[in-house]
């Protein structure tokens, strides 16, 4: 199985609701902090989220605050990104990632093959 697998893409209405999950194999979450990036055709990485695995903080990013939540399971190597009041600049592909240095920055490690999030009416 690959390292960092996504799952729960689609396609929703602007204003709509979507969960997107990531299972991580082979990384101790309390150690190794956890989250998302979005990239968008012709763009660069966007930081989304990130779930901190030493002290379970969170950071997200000023374009989804209030409407994108991380998470984790409990006692799992699973997260979550719960988006709402999604909008269509949301739409991009969306990838799960460590990041090199816990949430202090939008530097990413490793990722997985990213996972399509589209937001159209």
């Known amino acids: 199985q690959a390292p960092l697998v996504e799952s729960g893409g689609g396609l929703v209405q602007p204003g709509g609701s979507l969960k997107l999950s990531c299972t991580a194999s082979?990384?101790?979450?309390?150690?190794?902090?956890l989250g998302w990036f979005r990239q968008a055709p012709g763009q660069g990485r966007e930081g989304v989220a990130c779930?901190?695995?030493?002290?379970?903080?969170?950071r997200v990013s000023d374009s989804v605050r209030g409407r994108f939540t991380v998470s984790r399971d409990k006692g799992t190597n699973t997260i979550h990104l719960e988006m709402k009041d999604l909008k269509p600049e949301d739409t991009a592909t969306y990838y799960c990632?460590?990041?090199?240095?816990?949430?202090?920055?939008?530097?990413?490690?490793?990722w997985g093959q990213g996972i399509q999030v589209t937001v159209s009416s």
């Open positions: 779930y901190r695995g030493p002290g379970g903080g969170r």
């Open positions: 082979g990384f101790d979450l309390d150690y190794y902090s």
């Open positions: 990632t460590t990041f090199a240095y816990g949430c202090s920055e939008w530097s990413f490690d490793y």
